[in-house]
């Protein structure tokens, strides 16, 4: 008929969230000795820094070919296993509001724990300082070469229980000349830094002993005229609760 209308509409490209050159690493130490290279990750620490000021979600994959397909996606990023022994390379897929998405990596590592020995000597004393009855003054490295084991790099700090250990707080900062008994906790630490910026550890137990002095009791008066001589007889006595060890003196 030769009629004819214009019109307008628009055409919008949204834009990806921009993760291009991230290098995502997120490194844990090994769970438990022996070191098999296998750990549980809460991939989900990651989120903010593969974010960073945009927003969006975030599925992780076993891989990047994964990731690429969106095929078996990690349903639980928070206690994700690592599938490969030691370092894998995960697929990351970040969707933006508007539904474009951007594909990059994380690279999961397990870092080895030290090897000490566990099974230190106990350090045992007399009481012989009577200020404070039941503990005695300490060097809580004696052990230190036998714990290290040869194992290279290894730095040590001495806490008082294993929640102090585990939490870094209320360090022994005077382990050669520690007073106390009982039980204190080493950390055994070798160079290998985790995501949290800590060092891979085990803790060891170093048990302190602290044995009562003997009571010394006189029975009697003993008179000798100057010039004679008499025998004493000594009469052994057994005390509780620890008998006195060999190295205890009078």
């Known amino acids: 008929t030769g009629c004819s209308a214009t019109t307008t509409f628009d055409l919008i490209i949204n834009l990806p969230v921009d993760i291009r050159g991230q290098n995502n690493r997120l490194t844990l130490c090994d769970e438990a000795l022996p070191n098999d290279q296998f750990t549980t990750f809460d991939l989900t620490v990651m989120n903010a820094q593969i974010l960073g000021a945009n927003t969006g979600t975030i599925t992780y994959y076993p891989s990047v070919a994964q990731a690429q397909a969106g095929t078996n996606p990690i349903t639980n990023p928070t206690a994700y296993i690592n599938a490969i022994a030691a370092v894998q390379t995960l697929g990351v897929v970040v969707t933006s509001a508007d539904g474009c998405i951007s594909i990059t990596t994380l690279t999961i590592r397990v ?28 060097d809580l490295t004696t052990n230190l070469t036998y714990i290290q084991d040869g194992y290279p790099n290894l730095s040590f700090e001495y806490y008082p229980s294993v929640a102090d250990a585990v939490a870094g707080t209320n360090e022994i900062l005077n382990p050669t000349t520690y007073e106390g008994s009982g039980i204190i906790i080493i950390k055994v630490m070798n160079n290998r830094i985790d995501f949290f910026g800590e060092n891979c550890y085990q803790l060891v137990e170093q048990e302190l002993i602290v044995n009562p002095l003997p009571v010394v009791e006189i029975t009697g008066i003993n008179e000798i005229c100057l010039g004679t001589s008499t025998t004493l007889t000594a009469t052994a006595v057994s005390y509780s609760p620890l008998s006195l060890p060999t190295t205890c003196s009078m």
């Open 111 to 138: 870092e080895p724990l030290p090897t000490p020995k566990t099974d230190p000597p106990a350090l045992i004393a007399c009481d012989n300082d009577q200020t404070i009855i039941g503990t005695e003054q300490f």
